[in-house]
C-alpha cells in the first residue's frame, strides 16, 4: 500500500500537514519540476532558479530524514510539462492506492488537484489566520479594514501584548515610520549566499530554458534551504530591524534594500514560518535591540498584511484577478520590460526588479503600480507582470496587492482609496528627483515630471466614479482651484505623453 504525497515548490515545510499525515513507511513524496509552472507567466529566471534550487536541497533533506522521494526533473525525458500529468505518471509508477496533498495556494492549481481521482486534499495549516477564519471575520463587514484585522491577530498570537492591551500602549507607530533617509547614511547590506553545486547546476537549466524571459540570472544569492534563511533572519534581526521603521517607506538611489528583510521569498516558499519571523523580532525587541516602532512595523506586515491578503484572496473568490473597475485597458508600458525611460523613479524600480528579481514595497506601489494605474494600464497584465518578475510572487499575496492595493481595480474591497501619487509624493520620499532629467516641481512644459500631469489627468479622467470618495475630497478640492485654462494644459499635457507611450 504506497500513499502518493505531491508536494509543491511552495510546501517546503518539514511540518507540512501531509508529511504530518503519513509515514516515511507508507508513503512516496513526489516533487516536480514542470515547464507551465515555469512559464504559465514569464518568471523572472532568478525566481524559476530559485524554486527549483530550493525544491532539490529540500528533496536532499527529505531523504536524509528516511523519506523517499520521487524527484522528475525539468529535463527528464518523460516529463509531461504539467501536475496533473506528473501525478498521473507518479500513481501509475509507484502503484499508489491514494494521493495525500497540501491545497494548492492559489486557485489554478487548487482546481488542478481536485481532479486527481480520489485524492484528499488537507488544508495548509501554515498560516496563522486560516482561510475559515478569515471568512467569518470578513463575512459580515461593509469593508475588510486590515487595521481591526490585525488587532485580533495580535491578541490571538499574544505577540506584542500586554495582557489585553498592546505594548506601549498603542497598536501601531506608523506615524514615526515615514522619515527620509539623512545624506550619506549607509545601509548595512544584508546576508546573501553563493550558489552551491545544485543552485549552479539549477541556473545553468534556467538560463537554457528560460534565457528569454526579463530579468538577469547573474547575481543569484537568494537563501535556498531553511538553514540559510534562518541564519538570513538572525542577520535582519541582528543589523537592520531596529532601522526598519524609520526608512520603512523611503526610496534611494542606488540603494536595492534599506533595512527591508528580503525573507519574503523564504516565508512564501515555507522555509520560514511567519510566526517564527515574528517572533524572533519580538524577541529582539525584549532584549532591548530594536525599538518598537521598528518591531511593531515589521510584525504588522506579516502578522496583519500578510495574513491579511491571504484570507482577502481566498474570501474574493477566482475571478478576483479579473476585476477592473476602472475600466483600464492600455497594454503594460514596454518600460516595465525594460525599455528606457527617463524618469528615474521608475528606471531605478525596474533595474532592480531585473538586477534582483526584487523590489521593496514602496517602490511596487508607489512607482510601478501608481505609475501603471495613472496611465490606465489594464489590471490583469499588471497582475501578470507582477506574478513573473518577482522571486517571492505567488498569486494569494501579488493578486491582493495588485490588483486591491495598488490598482483600486477591486473597486475598494481592500484600499479605502487609489494610492495615486504625483511627483511631489516621490520628491518626498526619495532622492530620485534630484537626479532626474524632469523638473518635479512642474506641471506643463518639455521638461515638466510626467507624474504631475498624469496625477491630475487621472483624477479627472475618473471624476465620475471617485469624487464622492471622502478620502479624495481634498484632492478634487485641489483639482477644481486650477484655473479652466490650466485644467486644459494639465491633460493636453498628460496626453502627449500618454501618446508617446502608445
Ligand atoms: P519587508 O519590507 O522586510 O517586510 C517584511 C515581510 O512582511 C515581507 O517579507 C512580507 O512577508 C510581509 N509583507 C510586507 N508587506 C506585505 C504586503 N503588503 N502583503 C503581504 N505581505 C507583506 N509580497 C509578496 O510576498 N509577494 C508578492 O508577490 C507581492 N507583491 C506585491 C505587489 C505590490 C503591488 C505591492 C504593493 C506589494 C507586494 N508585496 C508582495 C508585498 C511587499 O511589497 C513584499 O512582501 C516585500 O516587498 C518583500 O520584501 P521584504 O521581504 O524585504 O519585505
Ligand atoms: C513558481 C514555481 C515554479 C516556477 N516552478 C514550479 C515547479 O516546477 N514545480 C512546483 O512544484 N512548483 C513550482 N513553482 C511554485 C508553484 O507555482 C506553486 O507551488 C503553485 O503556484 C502553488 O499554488
Not at 491571504?310 to 484577478?321: I, K, M, S, V
Not at 489594464?378 to 505567488?394: I, Q, S
Not at 530620485?432 to 518635479?440: E, F, I, L, Q, S
Request: hydrophobic fraction near 45%; proline fraction near 5%; aromatic fraction near 10%.
Amino acid at each position: 500500500m504506497t500513499i502518493l504525497v505531491p508536494l509543491l515548490g511552495d510546501q517546503l515545510s518539514h511540518n507540512l500537514a501531509s508529511l504530518r499525515a503519513v509515514t516515511p513507511a507508507s508513503a512516496v513524496v513526489l516533487m516536480m519540476e514542470v515547464a507551465d509552472e515555469a512559464t504559465y507567466v514569464p518568471h523572472h529566471p532568478q525566481k524559476i532558479a530559485l524554486f527549483f534550487s530550493a525544491m532539490r536541497h529540500f528533496a536532499e533533506e527529505l531523504r536524509q530524514a528516511g523519506w523517499t522521494v520521487d524527484y522528475v526533473t525539468l529535463d527528464d525525458p518523460a516529463n509531461t510539462g504539467d501536475f496533473t500529468g506528473e501525478v498521473t505518471r507518479a500513481a501509475a509508477r509507484h502503484g499508489a492506492t491514494s494521493i495525500v496533498t497540501v491545497k494548492a495556494g492559489e486557485w489554478r492549481v487548487l482546481e488542478a488537484q481536485q481532479a486527481w481521482p480520489g485524492a484528499k486534499l488537507l488544508d495548509d495549516d501554515r498560516f496563522l489566520c486560516s482561510i475559515e477564519q478569515f471568512a467569518d471575520w470578513a463575512a459580515p463587514r461593509k469593508r475588510m479594514v486590515m487595521e481591526d484585522f490585525y488587532r485580533i491577530m495580535r491578541r490571538q498570537t499574544g505577540l506584542l501584548m500586554d495582557g489585553d492591551q498592546p505594548v506601549g500602549g498603542q497598536w501601531n507607530y506608523d506615524q514615526e515610520n515615514r522619515k527620509s533617509v539623512p545624506k550619506g547614511h549607509r545601509f548595512t547590506p544584508p546576508l546573501r549566499f553563493a550558489p552551491d553545486a545544485i543552485t549552479t547546476e539549477v541556473m545553468a537549466l534556467v538560463a537554457g530554458r528560460f534565457g528569454n524571459h526579463f530579468g538577469s540570472i547573474d547575481g543569484f544569492s537568494w537563501a535556498v534551504t531553511r538553514e540559510q534563511a534562518l541564519a538570513a533572519l538572525a542577520d535582519f534581526i541582528t543589523h537592520r530591524l531596529a532601522g526598519f521603521g524609520d526608512y520603512q517607506d523611503a526610496m534611494v538611489t542606488g540603494e536595492d534594500v534599506l533595512n527591508h528583510s528580503l525573507l519574503a521569498p523564504a516565508l512564501n516558499l515555507g522555509l520560514l514560518s511567519p510566526l517564527e519571523v515574528c517572533q524572533a523580532a519580538e524577541a529582539a525587541y525584549l532584549a532591548g535591540a530594536a525599538p518598537l516602532n521598528a518591531v511593531e512595523g515589521f510584525i504588522r506586515q506579516i502578522l496583519g498584511w500578510r495574513e491579511y491578503v491571504r484570507g482577502l484572496y481566498w474570501f474574493a473568490g477566482p475571478d478576483y484577478t479579473a476585476r477592473n473597475h476602472l475600466a483600464a485597458t492600455r497594454p503594460l508600458p514596454a518600460l516595465f520590460w525594460g525599455a528606457p525611460t527617463d524618469l528615474k523613479c521608475l528606471s531605478q524600480a525596474v533595474d532592480a526588479t531585473r538586477r534582483n528579481a526584487m523590489a521593496h514595497h514602496i517602490q511596487r506601489l508607489m512607482i510601478l503600480g501608481n505609475f501603471a494605474m495613472l496611465v490606465g494600464t489594464d489590471p490583469a497584465e499588471v497582475h501578470r507582470w507582477y506574478l513573473a518578475v518577482y522571486a517571492d510572487a505567488l498569486e494569494w499575496v501579488e493578486a491582493p496587492n495588485v490588483i486591491g492595493m495598488s490598482q483600486f481595480a477591486d473597486g475598494g474591497l481592500m484600499a479605502t482609496k487609489p494610492y495615486a501619487a504625483g511627483g511631489a509624493y516621490v520628491n518626498r520620499m526619495s532622492n530620485h528627483c534630484k537626479t532626474c532629467r524632469y523638473d518635479v516641481k512642474q506641471r506643463t512644459g518639455p521638461t515638466a515630471c510626467p507624474l504631475n500631469s498624469l496625477y491630475w489627468d487621472f483624477l479627472a479622467r475618473h471624476e465620475g466614479l471617485l469624487s464622492s470618495n471622502q478620502r479624495l475630497w481634498r484632492m478634487y478640492d485641489g483639482w477644481r482651484r486650477f484655473a479652466p485654462d490650466e485644467q486644459v494644459r494639465i491633460r493636453e499635457q498628460a496626453a502627449g505623453f500618454l501618446a508617446g507611450l502608445a
